[in-house]
């Protein structure tokens, strides 16, 4: 989702030609006629938060201050409200089996309300974006990234049978409460929720409304997100900011937070360019599925699991103080381009600059010292192993 819900990986989020770019000074604030207006949009508003376009809708990139932000939320909760991204509700005869021809997932043996990463992919085997997938009964709630939603919801419809529908949720809004102290914070206002476990989900009731509130975390953190309808969303939102220990947090935190997590954004990270093999996402290729194949570009995401891709996401350390952003270049020790960074940022946590990209494959052990070009000016790298900042999901059995 991303995750966010980056999407556990997931999402979260946003594709390439967004007027946002992931770069916090990269909004505009600038209001385009066609955007249009979160359901909390006047909430975000009456709390000053900085406007900008993301996603075709106008989206609040920070509050406060995108480090302070970024620090609350490493160390008690942050509220965020990602209602641009797609719910959607997949139902209809076989809708398990019909699902196994889009993504590379094992859904006709998921478990009920056990959210799974997955991806939609194309015949080439590239990435048409990254989500959620969540059994319920019989139908299947998908949560798909903003900035692609439409065209993912045509994708599916030009393939999946006609006994298959697809709802798209326009009426529920979704936040996403993230940090060390979500779950005892969240508890006090919907009662139960801290028995849920990492990607694990269930049906609430809060003052008369319907949620369906999963737990996982794009930020690498503890976290949930709390689909409610979306005439609700301001009260639900009030209820939890009104604890000390919450705050509501803009695009800006939610973009370094899940750098340092080491997920991957779509349109930046992910693309219909990059394989799951390529993209280290192989864990959402499950036993049997490897072993039947059977989604789009099985051949070669299986030929590159047994051989290797040509290249693959890494994590890079940069040294100095300046950040490298997305585009630069990566060179090896004869200054031949091997690769490109696709994120970048100084990280607020670490205190230092922090970058993802591809590399060439017999590049991307650990270790490996680079060179980073970005607009003629060089800068000296090394390959680390990623998440940057250790995970922290509440995992069942875990302390």
Known sequence: MSREVHNGPTDETQARGTPYSGDPAGGTGVQAPDLDKLPLDAWHRDLGARMVPFAGYEMPVQYEGIIAEHLWTREKAGLFDVSHMGQLLVHGRNVDAAL????PGDFRDAADMKPKYSLLLEENGGI???LMATRRGEDFYVVVNGATKHGDIAFMEGLLPGSVVIDHMKEQALLALQGPRAAELLDTVISGVSELSFMQGGAFNWKGRNLWISRSGYTGEDGFEISVPALAAAD??????????AKPIGLGARDSLRLEAGLPLYGHDLDLDTTPVMARLTFAINKRRRAEGGFPGALRILAELQNGPPQKRVGFDVDGRQPVREGALVLDGEGN?????TSGGFSPSLQRPIAMGYVASHLAE?????KLEQRGKLFDARVVPMPFVPHRYHRKGAA
Do not use: R
């Open 128 to 130: 048409v974006d990254d």
């Open 337 to 341: 381009e091997i690769g490109m960074i």
């Open 100 to 103: 196994e021809t889009l993504m």
């Open 366 to 370: 650990p270790g490996t010292a680079l």
């Open 236 to 245: 639900l939102a009030d209820a939890i900011t009104a604890h000390e220990l």
